[in-house]
């Protein structure tokens, strides 16, 4: 989360990447199942192009589980394994080794032809800050630690595998992307689950983006939480902001609202999923019409599959 992205510090890491990537079968790219697109660093699909990959889509206890699907079946069509995964709690985690062995089938039987029995298929885990790799690290691995997510200073440490079932192992290190901030509204969704600092955006600003985002679609959440009437729901994003800061009790002295403090309490009850379970962006076949993914998610349906 403290990393600063420039120039010098993307050189390295890009560089690092390159030499783990190097050593692998399988990437498991790790996204957030509420931004599965902005969440996701275009870099590794140049670097690791038609090789086997999974996206796990980590944080799904806090996404809409119609959008997970989604989104899921999205990147299936493009040719990627997928996972719903919630690793703080453990769910999902035992489907990534046999799907990596599977995607993984053809090269190891093309091996075994060639008289190379009995290698272990590598894997590694890689993502942007706070996409939750360590902890998939850590639940793959079944242990209690947190994973390292780099050398401390002064101590050199080669890398290491963590033997996963029979077949496999997984680097320890999680590979390190950066989020891409080009496009300015993929930047916004980063900063609304707080994957970067709040400072990108002055706090109050990305909360009030942040009710555009989500209101479309999750009007009926943020009228339970906030208890909010139908018609402060139809006021413009600041005076939804302003409506649910008074409902909270947010005054100033003078009776002005704590525009500061709604904005926090907003994005922290979003990120911590007591709002419900929301989804910031759709992919394009849940939203006709629209070519690119990203764009917000915007429509009303109700809910399904759960993480298993
Ligand atoms: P990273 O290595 O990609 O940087 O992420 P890390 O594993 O450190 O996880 C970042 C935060 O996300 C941690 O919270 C972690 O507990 C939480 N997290 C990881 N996976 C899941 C998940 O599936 N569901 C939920 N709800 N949370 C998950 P933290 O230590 O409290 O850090 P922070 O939230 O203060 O950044």
């Not at 699907?69 to 069509?77: P, T």
């Not at 993502?127 to 850590?138: F, L, M, Y």
């Not at 079932?165 to 900063?191: H, M, N, Y």
């Not at 629209?290 to 599959?305: F, I, L, N, V």
Request: contains cysteine.
């Amino acid at each position: 989360m403290e990393i600063q992205w420039f120039p010098g510090h993307m050189a390295k890491t890009r560089r690092k990447m390159q030499e783990s990537i190097a050593l692998v079968d399988l990437v498991v790219e790790v996204v957030d199942a509420r931004i599965p697109y902005s969440s996701k660093n275009p870099y590794l699909d140049e670097l690791w192009a038609r090789r086997p990959r999974i996206i796990a889509m980590n944080k799904a206890d806090l996404a809409d589980p119609v959008c997970s699907a989604d989104w899921a079946r999205w990147y299936q069509n493009q040719g990627f394994g997928t996972v719903m995964i919630d690793a703080l709690h453990g769910k999902g985690i035992r489907q990534i080794e046999p799907l990596a062995l599977e995607l993984c089938g053809d090269k190891l039987q093309r091996e075994r032809e060639r008289g190379r029995e009995g290698r272990r298929l590598r894997l590694m885990v890689t993502g942007i800050p706070n996409v939750g790799k360590s902890t998939v690290i850590n639940r793959l691995s079944g242990r209690a630690e947190a994973a390292r997510t780099g050398n401390k200073p002064g101590v050199t440490r080669a890398e290491q595998w963590i033997r996963l079932g029979s077949q496999t192992e997984l680097l320890d290190t999680p590979g390190i992307l950066w989020p891409k901030f080009e496009d300015p509204e993929v930047g916004v969704r980063i900063a609304c689950i707080g994957s970067i600092q709040d400072d990108i955006l002055d706090i109050y600003t990305l909360s009030v983006k942040f009710l555009d985002l989500v209101r479309p679609r999750y009007a009926s959440l943020l009228q339970e939480r906030y208890r909010l009437t139908d018609e402060e729901l139809s006021l413009t994003a600041e005076e939804l902001h302003e409506a649910i800061g008074a409902r909270r009790g947010f005054k100033l002295s003078g009776g002005r609202i704590d525009w500061e403090r709604t904005s926090r309490m907003l994005l922290d009850e979003f990120r911590s999923g007591k709002i419900g379970r929301m989804t910031l962006e759709l992919p394009p076949e849940a939203f006709p019409g629209k070519e690119e993914a990203g764009h917000a998610a915007q429509d009303d349906r109700g809910t399904d599959p759960e993480i298993s």
